[in-house]
């Protein structure tokens, strides 16, 4: 079992949709969860980080996780073109390192 | 703070050459990661450290790589032998190590192309 999984993608939604993206992760004990953007080319930049159980919103973007499933998600409300990119799931385990996962790619057709 | 700096941003080499890449990462962080990333995978572990102590290896490097961060500062990542599998973009983070919570902070990256 890999340590963090994600689902396969690609994911494509209407401009004006919600994205829905989903992770898994395998250590029970890990600590935090983070979501990175990453466009074609370039290297990834941080959206969105979540700790506690429940529901994170930071603009169009919520957060979700349930510990208990081991589970995170990540919703873009309204979605734009310009969120057309690949999503990394990323878990800071119980060990203390940090392990992405092969990310999803999400297209936004206008 | 200019965040985190990578160099070079680009590096071509013949199989069998030694490369090196430079990871200057923001000044107040304690933790440095490298990672490697291939097209269409997320970011593949290879080592970290916590100012100059590396903590951990990836058990899928082989020997021809190694990291040294000498003064807690600055990092570099070292290729021996380079081979055609070893191409990728390899990628810097830096972060402030907490009770449970860290945020990495990406670099730009270096890529490598091994002929």
Known sequence: QKEVEQN???????EGAIASLNCTYSDRGSQSFFWYRQ?????????????????????????????ASQYVSL????SQPSDSATYLCAVKTSYDKVIFGPGTSLSVIP | DTGVSQ????????RGQNV???????????????????LGQGPEFLTYFQNEAQLEKSRLLSDRFSAERPKGSFSTLEIQRTEQGDSAMYLCASSLAGRGR????FGPGTRLLVL
Not at chain 1, 8 to 14: A, C, F, Q, R, Y
Not at chain 1, 46 to 58: C, P, R, T
Not at chain 1, 75 to 78: A, N, P, S, T
């Open chain 2, 20 to 38: 090196t890449f430079r990871c200057d990462p923001i000044s107040e962080h304690n933790r440095l990661y490298w990672y490697r990333q291939t």
């Open chain 1, 75 to 78: 919703l873009i409300r309204d």
């Open chain 1, 39 to 67: 466009y074609s080319g370039k290297s990834p930049e941080l959206i969105m980080f979540i700790y506690s159980n429940g529901d994170k919103e930071d603009g169009r973007f919520t957060a979700q996780l349930n510990k």
């Open chain 2, 102 to 105: 860290e945020t990495q902070y």
């Open chain 1, 8 to 14: 396969s993608g690609p994911l494509s939604v209407p």
């Open chain 2, 7 to 14: 160099n070079p941003r680009h590096k071509i080499t013949k």
